[in-house]
T-cell receptor
């Protein structure tokens, strides 16, 4: 069983640029969500995708957007990067029918905005 | 508005002793609670969970207790081992709200040999 994989693992951008982060969900999982983890804090929910549509969104501005593809993989796009966007971005997947909310996380993409 | 709080940022315990991690929540609509463990440079990994209809769940060395009236849960690790040294996150979800996880800020546990 293949776990959640994310790319790139590390990247550095400058303020105002745009970034795309990628995620392959665990096999058999059809729901993908993205979390932002700032230094010293717990992960914060950005949004969730199911059946290629956004299904739930946290308190993040519209410059955070995403996609889910037919193979259930996903992208997170952030436009007009700000210094506060520096964080670990975690992708997680699960089966939509799961009752528990248990998520399986990737190792994350660490974004530094200068 | 922090709906899930872990008030102890760190915990140090001797190998073989009990580690007790605490978590408080404010949203009474949460119906599932989970604990995740995170090592540096890795994603969080699921440890143990409990439904809101139960007050205790046990899995090997790990036991989670839920006190709904106090909106409090705790994780007990007995006996603690050096490999348990990590950051532990408490999280809560509500199925009607799409099962998104709301995390606490984490507790860093150090188990001394």
């Amino acid at each position: 069983e293949t776990g959640v994989t994310q790319s790139p693992t590390h990247l550095i951008k400058t303020r105002g640029q745009q970034v795309t982060l990628r995620c392959s969900s665990q096999s058999g999982h059809n729901t993908v969500s993205w979390y932002q983890q700032a230094l010293g804090q717990g992960p914060q929910f950005i949004f969730q995708y199911y059946r290629e549509e956004e299904n739930g969104r946290g308190n993040f501005p519209p410059r955070f957007s995403g996609l889910q593809f037919p193979n259930y993989s996903s992208e997170l796009n952030v436009n007009a990067l700000e210094l506060d966007d520096s964080a670990l971005y975690l992708c997680a997947s699960r089966r939509w029918a799961s009752n528990t909310g248990e998520l399986f996380f990737g190792e994350g993409s660490r974004l530094t905005v200068l | 508005d922090q709906q899930v709080k872990q008030n102890s940022p760190s915990l140090s315990v001797q190998e073989g002793r009990i580690s007790i991690l605490n978590c408080d929540y404010t949203n009474s609509m949460f119906d599932y609670f989970l604990w995740y463990k995170k090592y540096p440079a890795e994603g969080p990994t699921f440890l143990i969970s409990i439904s809101s209809i139960k007050d205790k769940n046990e899995d090997g060395r790990f036991t989670v207790f839920l006190n709904k009236s106090a909106k409090h849960l705790s994780l007990h690790i007995v006996p603690s081992q050096p490999g348990d040294s990590a950051v532990y996150f408490c999280a809560a979800s509500n199925k009607a709200a799409g099962n998104k996880l709301t995390f606490g800020g984490g507790t860093r546990v150090l188990v001394k040999p």
